[in-house]
């Protein structure tokens, strides 16, 4: 079972660029997630989807823009990478937006030179 | 504010007993979650609770007391393999997830 995938694993990512980090997951879960985790801190909430057709904004948004055209995708675009986004990108789902277990992909490595 | 406290490293040994604990201060309280984090790897659930009360499930029980904002994570016949990160989160009145910055939990031989 493949749960959730995450692409790319890590990236190297010039100042100013652009760069959308994919996540699917096989589980048809109807809420899914992006966190980012920085050394010290705990997972911040970037984005959140509910359902498919929907997105909200999560404590940290800035910078960041995703879409749900279906219920297996949920990509994170960077429009123009800054520094301060180097971090390491987890995607989660769950099955509801209550109080389901939320399940994470492996991550994505990034690195905003 | 919305805060998560919980000891940043812990060392414990190898067939010993240890005791993780979380405070918390959320707008709103919709469960607690403890998940595990190997370095490198993606966090794992390991438990949740939403009543006060100790859930166990293995070698690891959590306890909440929803009056106290307290929580704690225990786990019994440590493991070398039990080396990782240890997570608290909590769910608010949102429904979303505020975390604490975690344990990190070293055994020794």
């Known amino acids: 079972t493949a749960g959730i995938t995450q692409a790319p694993t890590s990236q190297i990512l010039a100042a100013g660029r652009s760069m959308t980090l994919r996540c699917t997951q096989d589980?048809?879960?109807?809420?899914m997630y992006w966190y980012r985790q920085d050394l010290g801190l705990g997972l911040r909430l970037i984005h959140y989807?509910?359902?498919?057709?929907?997105?909200g904004k999560g404590e940290v948004p800035d910078g960041y823009s995703v879409s749900r055209a279906n219920t297996d995708d949920f990509p994170l675009t960077l429009a123009s990478a800054v520094p301060s986004q180097t971090s390491v990108y987890f995607c989660?789902?769950?099955?509801?937006?209550?109080?389901?277990?939320?399940?994470f992909g492996p991550g994505t490595r990034l690195t905003v030179l | 504010g919305q805060n998560i406290d919980q000891p940043t490293e812990m060392t414990a040994t190898e067939g010993a007993i240890v005791q993780i604990n979380c405070t918390y201060q959320?707008?709103?309280?919709?469960?607690l979650f403890w998940y595990q984090q190997h370095a490198g790897e993606a966090p794992t659930f390991l438990s949740y609770?939403?009543l006060d009360g100790l859930e166990e499930k293995g070698r690891f029980s959590s306890f909440l007391s929803r009056s106290k904002g307290y929580s704690y994570l225990l786990l019994k016949e440590l493991q070398m393999k039990d080396s990782a990160s240890y997570l608290c989160?909590?769910?608010?009145?949102?429904?979303?997830?505020?975390w604490g910055a975690g344990t990190k939990l070293i055994i020794k031989p």
């Open positions: 989660a789902s769950s099955d509801s937006s209550g109080r389901d277990t939320q399940y």
């Open positions: 589980m048809r879960h109807n809420a």
């Open positions: 989807s509910n359902t498919a057709g929907t997105t």
């Open positions: 959320t707008s709103g309280f919709n469960g």
């Open positions: 609770n939403v």
């Open positions: 989160a909590v769910m608010d009145s949102n429904y979303q997830l505020i």
